[in-house]
């Protein structure tokens, strides 16, 4: 057993954790190339927390431990900001950008000058204050002259270093400006544009739709909801950005925009993707239709672009207005949007029962697609919006992805425009609606309902549910129409013959689709745990139950504070499951899948105790076997796996490549085992499966 680290080793292992940490932040978040996986990157970061709770005074303000996200703030302490953050004036046509030319070169009569473009990030500003290399402070624009001190929720940003360093020459990042960025300035406030992208924008609200919550309306408002969320953990868990285009106060000077743009690169801050040099006016204007055709490119809302002056020394002489500089202006694109007749409001069923209105627009073409139909979000949003079917409406693309509904032309209205009751929308589909409080959707309470039906059997024949081959979507939906199945139970009564009617199904795959669900029957227990389709039951909660109770039965008796105690379980999803095998239909179903021969329990070799009360912990990758099927051997005899090394753990099985676990492993004195050492405690070479080659484990 190796020794304890005493404190100078630690130490020296957490400054050497720290700098990989960050340089594979920096290699990841902001240069798009990662060197390692995302489970060799948590393992790096979970040494790095057990290090610092074990040697707290080893804990520093940059460590990349502090993104996570601290405890709730009460409120956001108020910050005069050093130099104060201006605005852009803007302008929608070409014909002021050549005006706004002619006074810079009045202005500054025959001095030469030239000019950067670059995108206008869609985004909220922020300013961060960095010194001697370390980030101190994160303050919000608030009025220009005041902002909100938004530290902690701008540590969780990965691309955002917790100190400047300088990338290796090598970096594709630095281009020039090598000598103004050699050192770091003992003050650099940096401006620039935290920002969510559209993907993560769309998967948030998405989320938030089926959580019954309000989405958010663009990706502007969610990033600026989310900077001003007191909780950091919940802005950890946000898609945030940032991108840097500017200096507050700062000790360094730097001859051009250009210049300035290549040192904060160098420092490892994210700048722009694009910007263009550009010697006049009129390769502006050029260059701004090439950035307008770029627009849907960006991973960011991008409204316009930013024309600067390049050299800095000539700030001065232009001056400012209150309002904004006389060196810069912002070029802003129309907004994409167009007006259609809105022809009927329909509901849409989300995977978990969610119930959302929705546009059906007459078509109409906008930002290169045919828009056809426009989410409507909720009850509430119609309401707000006076949203009625027959309507003129303006639709925009929201964050580019989702078309919305902003508003209604009501200057065209007819008098015929007929407003939409959901909830009577609902019953004309034989649709029951319930609200949970709390929530602003309506959802439905029928698993029967045929669209309700298709989501819960397409999700009973996932791939981690019962993986029934040959049953997607499109199977679930013939059956469901042809009114052969009901529920997944009747899944197991389908004969061959029945499928032979259907559209599209001949012998071998009526064949198939048979052996496929007949083989479903024989799944480990955890499957069809996940695959009843128990509210907040995803497949590790389904695993932890399968582990702690041999059989249905079991379960079914176990009331909320057994569940609860179940690693994993908390009190949500403990009522969740005693609410679902209260109801009887659900106890009915369970009956009927078990008359069917769908396995219940435990299988016969889980029921071997022979690992009982052992945990593994599976590193590096096996030649015979994925982590996966590891697991399942290690579980069918009774044992548990675990994914981190602790004290409790009784053996590290680790294969090739093994990473810090095993130096853990090592560290605690746990017995290791390597693939062939495994395989002998399992007696044997396991059984081999269809799939072989190999599977990163950690
Ligand atoms: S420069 C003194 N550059 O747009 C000039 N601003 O409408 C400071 N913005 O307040 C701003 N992208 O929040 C600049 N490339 C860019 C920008 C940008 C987005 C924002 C910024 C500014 C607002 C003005």
């Known amino acids: 057993m190796s020794a304890p680290l005493n404190r ?8 050497k954790l720290r700098a990989e940490i960050e340089r594979h932040n920096r290699l990841y978040y902001v240069e798009a190339a990662p060197e390692i996986s995302d489970r060799d990157y948590d393992a790096l970061l979970k040494r790095l927390e057990a290090l610092e709770t074990q040697f707290p005074e080893l804990a520093t303000p940059d460590s990349p431990t502090r993104r996570v996200g601290g405890e709730p703030l009460k409120g956001f302490e108020n910050v005069r900001h050093t130099v104060p953050m201006i605005s852009l004036a803007n302008t929608y046509n070409k014909e002021e950008l050549v005006e706004f030319d002619g006074r810079v070169k009045k202005l500054l009569k025959e001095t030469p000058y030239s000019y950067v473009l670059e995108p206008k990030i869609d985004g909220v500003a922020i300013s961060l204050r960095y010194e001697n290399g370390l980030l101190v402070r994160a303050v919000t624009r608030g009025d220009g002259t005041t902002g909100d001190d938004v530290t902690a929720n701008v540590r969780t940003i990965k691309s955002i270093p917790l100190r400047l360093s300088k990338v290796d020459e090598a970096s594709s990042l630095v281009k020039s400006g090598r000598d103004a960025a050699s050192t770091i300035p003992a003050v650099l406030e940096v401006r620039g544009e935290v920002y969510m992208t559209r993907k993560g924008f769309a998967a948030l609200n998405e989320e938030r739709q089926e959580a019954g919550l309000e989405p958010f309306a663009n990706p502007r408002n969610a990033c600026a909801g989310s900077l001003k969320q007191l909780d950091p953990k919940i802005v950890a868990a946000r898609p945030l950005d940032a991108l840097f285009y500017g200096l507050g106060e700062c000790s360094a000077d730097f001859a051009t925009h250009q210049e300035m743009l290549n040192a904060l690169a160098h420092y490892g801050l994210r700048i722009t993707p694009k910007h263009w040099p550009c010697p006049e006016i009129s390769e502006v204007l050029e260059k701004l239709d090439v950035l307008q055709n770029m627009r849907h490119d960006f991973p960011f809302e991008m409204d316009g672009g930013v024309i600067k002056v390049n050299q800095r020394d000539l700030y001065e002489p232009l001056g400012s207005t209150a309002k904004s500089p006389r060196w810069a ?23 978990t029962g969610v119930l959302t209105p929705v546009a059906e627009l007459e078509p109409v073409q906008l930002a290169g697609t045919v828009v056809k139909r426009a989410t409507l979000h909720n009850e509430d949003e119609i309401k707000r919006k006076d949203i009625r079917v027959g309507d003129r409406v303006i639709v925009e693309k929201a964050g580019e992805i989702i078309p919305a509904v902003v508003r209604v032309v009501t200057e065209k209205r007819t008098g015929k425009e007929k407003p939409f ?17 709390g929530e602003v959707a309506w959802r439905i309470d029928d698993l029967h309902h045929p669209a309700m039906l298709k989501r819960w059997l397409t999700h009973f024949a996932s791939r981690n549910g019962m993986d029934i081959e040959g049953l997607g979507e499109s199977i679930v939906e013939l059956l469901v129409d042809a009114g052969l199945v009901k529920g997944p139970a009747d899944l197991y009564d389908l004969k061959k013959q029945q499928l032979l009617g259907l559209e599209g199904f001949k012998e071998k795959k009526a064949q198939n689709l048979i052996d496929g669900i007949e083989a479903s029957k ?9 695959a009843l389709g128990i509210r907040h039951v995803g497949s590790g909660s389904a695993r932890v139950l399968a582990q702690n109770f041999p059989n249905i039965g079991k379960l079914m008796t ?3 504070q057994t569940l609860e105690e179940l690693r994993d379980i908390g009190p949500v999803v403990g009522k969740s ?7 009887s239909e659900n106890r009915k179903l369970i009956e009927r899948l078990q008359a069917a021969g769908v396995n219940f329990e435990q299988t016969v070799q889980a029921a071997s105790d022979e690992f009982a009360g052992l945990t593994f912990v599976l590193t590096g990758t096996m030649e015979s076997m994925s982590r996966d099927e590891a697991g399942e051997q290690i579980r069918a005899r009774g044992g548990s796996v675990s994914s981190s090394v602790s004290k ?11 990473g810090s676990k095993l130096t853990k492993a090592e560290e605690l004195g746990i017995k290791v085992l390597d693939e062939a050492a495994f395989l002998k405690l399992l007696g044997g070479k396991p059984e081999q499966k269809k799939k072989t080659g190999q599977i990163d484990m950690f």
């Open 558 to 560: 176990a009331d909320v």
């Open 8 to 15: 100078t080793e630690a130490r020296k292992e957490t400054e």
């Open 648 to 658: 409790n753990t009784s053996y590290v099985v680790a294969g090739e490549k093994a």
């Open 577 to 583: 499951i005693c609410d679902f095998f209260q109801t």
């Open 421 to 437: 009751d959901m909830q009577a929308a609902c019953k004309a589909l034989g649709i029951n609606p319930v609200k949970i409080e």
């Open 329 to 351: 202006v912002a070029y802003k694109y129309e907004p994409e949007q167009a007006e259609t007749l809105l022809k009927e409001i329909t509901i849409q069923i989300g995977r």
């Open 522 to 530: 024989s799944r480990p227990f955890d499957r069809i745990l996940f």
